[in-house]
């Protein structure tokens, strides 16, 4: 992954946007199984994305078997494209699990920057004490979900179809899968080839209405359509 071929801005934002305004949420799934290597790819993909102090709390749980998708449709309401989509990810941290890579993975940043490791424990410490401020699960949903969309957008990008769910009960999931109990069940993604056509976009608010300049409140208005007015 650390190869990196520069693609021309434009052609790779067009890229981004087309998948974007495309993507839907898919209803139903055809049987159609997600090769191995459109999996890996994603996976791969997901490991790269950022997290505070690089902490990279998130774990994927990866079900192609069909008993193993009944399990956790069962712990999640029931969904029936849960049962359909050849391929279910749970995304999820479990805070002991993360913790315990922390010195691996402040290890390697001080190897490869050439940074002394004592310089480094404060730095630790510090990460440390500030998730353990948080409400329970707030940081680890705040991570899992960058690399839960990173993860999305390389199947979508590979041209499969996904949905992402949070309609599950995670103690439930917990139990199907025997997670450790202070794991945070975050969200699960379905992944296949959609059954029928993709539903309609179903809209979003206007940037204007999402975004604010300068002050909250204030609208935010694109800096070249001010340019072109004066
Ligand atoms: C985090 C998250 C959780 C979701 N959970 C469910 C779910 O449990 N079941 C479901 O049918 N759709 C679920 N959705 C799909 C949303 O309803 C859908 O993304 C939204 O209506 C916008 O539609 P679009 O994705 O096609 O643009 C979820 C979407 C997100 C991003």
Redesign the pocket.
């Known amino acids: 992954m650390e190869s990196v071929t520069r693609i021309e801005p434009r052609e790779a934002l067009s890229a981004l946007e087309d998948i974007v305004i495309q ?3 898919t ?1 139903h799934f055809t049987s159609e199984p997600v090769p191995g290597e459109v999996i890996d790819t994603a996976l791969s993909v997901a490991s790269q994305a950022p997290s505070g102090y690089n902490l990279q709390p998130w774990r994927f749980l990866v079900l192609t078997d069909a008993e193993q998708r009944e399990k956790l449709r069962a712990a999640a309401f029931g ?1 029936e ?1 849960i049962g359909e989509a050849p391929l279910m990810i749970v995304a999820m941290a479990g805070r002991s699990d993360w913790q315990s890579r922390a010195d691996d993975i402040f290890r390697t940043r001080a190897a490869r920057t050439g940074t002394d490791w004592a310089q480094v424990v404060p730095v630790k410490q510090g990460a440390l004490a500030f998730v353990g401020k948080l409400p329970p699960g707030v940081w680890e949903n705040r991570q899992v979900m960058i690399a839960f969309t990173y993860l999305l957008l390389a199947f979508e990008f590979q041209g499969w179809d996904t ?5 599950f009960d995670a103690a439930a999931v917990r139990r199907a899968f025997a997670l450790p109990d202070d794991t945070e069940v975050v ?1 699960l993604l379905a992944v296949g080839r959609a059954r029928e056509h993709d ?1 309609v ?2 809209g979003r608010l206007p940037v204007s209405e999402i975004a604010y300049r300068e002050q909250f409140g204030t609208p935010y208005v694109s800096r070249d359509s001010e340019e072109s007015a004066s």
């Open positions: 993507r839907r949420a209803p969904q494209k949905a992402p769910m949070e309609g969200a539903p976009h179903p």
